[in-house]
């Protein structure tokens, strides 16, 4: 079957722009994660979602980012005003259950802010 | 695809030779403890996990060592293969916290022919 995929792949912007990041999961997972990776690191959790629900955003970095998943499927992670510190891989993914140990991630979407 | 890892640490063995990577991690509450393969350009994938109630798991190629007293996890991978060449990460599970992943220091494997 299909496994998580994320739109587009690459994105490249200007300073102050607004991008939107899409991540479509598994299909009937109920868990969503969001992860950015910098070059050379490990990725670093943003946000969570428990069906439609943010259940812990406490890795967003400031209210620039926002994320939603209106129907409990598909997410969107939203960055206003880019800057070049927020370039970086975004990765996402998902997982059947809650407290499920196994997550499977998607290829990433790299964002340049130029 | 993006090149991942360019800052890492880097393992070199010869391909059938025995690879070990290890990974120190920080949180004692930690309830799982996984390894994750990384290729460039791709997601991260899931290779083995651990219960914090466990010392050794094994499945197949790969033997998972966790050592709680000195916060230690080792990744040891028997016969290593062209195809096991990629970064490793080591993330740490509370399962308290929804499952969020803690990623440690990747490191590079890179296996030579």
């Known amino acids: 079957g299909a496994g998580v995929s994320q739109t587009p792949s690459n994105k490249v912007t200007e300073k102050g722009k607004y991008v939107e990041l899409r991540c479509d999961p598994i299909?009937?997972?109920?868990?969503l994660y969001w992860y950015r990776q910098s070059l050379g690191q490990g990725p670093e959790f943003l946000i969570y979602?428990?069906?439609?629900?943010?259940?812990?955003d406490s890795g967003l970095p400031n209210d620039r980012f926002f994320a939603v998943r209106p129907e409990g499927s598909v997410s969107t992670l939203k960055i206003q005003r880019t800057e070049r510190g927020d370039s970086a891989v975004y990765l996402c993914?998902?997982?059947?259950?809650?407290?499920?140990?196994?997550?499977?991630f998607g290829p990433g979407t790299r964002l340049t802010v130029l | 695809g993006e090149s991942v890892g360019l800052h890492l640490p880097t393992l070199s063995v010869q391909e059938g030779d025995n690879s070990i990577i290890n990974c120190a991690y920080s949180?004692?509450?930690?309830?799982?403890f996984i390894w994750y393969k990384q290729e460039s350009g791709k997601g991260p994938q899931f290779i083995i996990d651990?219960?914090?109630?466990?010392d050794k798991r094994q499945g197949q190629r790969v033997t998972v060592l966790l050592n709680k007293t000195v916060k230690h996890l080792s990744l040891q991978i028997a016969a290593t293969q062209p195809g096991d060449s990629a970064v490793y990460f080591c993330?740490?599970?509370?399962?308290?916290?929804?499952?969020?992943?803690?990623f440690g220091t990747g490191t590079r494997l890179q296996v030579t022919l």
């Open positions: 993914a998902s997982s059947p259950e809650w407290g499920s140990n196994e997550q499977f």
């Open positions: 299909s009937g997972h109920t868990a």
């Open positions: 979602f428990q069906g439609t629900g943010a259940a812990d």
């Open positions: 949180n004692s509450a930690s309830d799982y």
């Open positions: 651990i219960r914090s109630n466990m």
């Open positions: 993330a740490e599970v509370n399962t308290g916290t929804a499952s969020k992943l803690t």
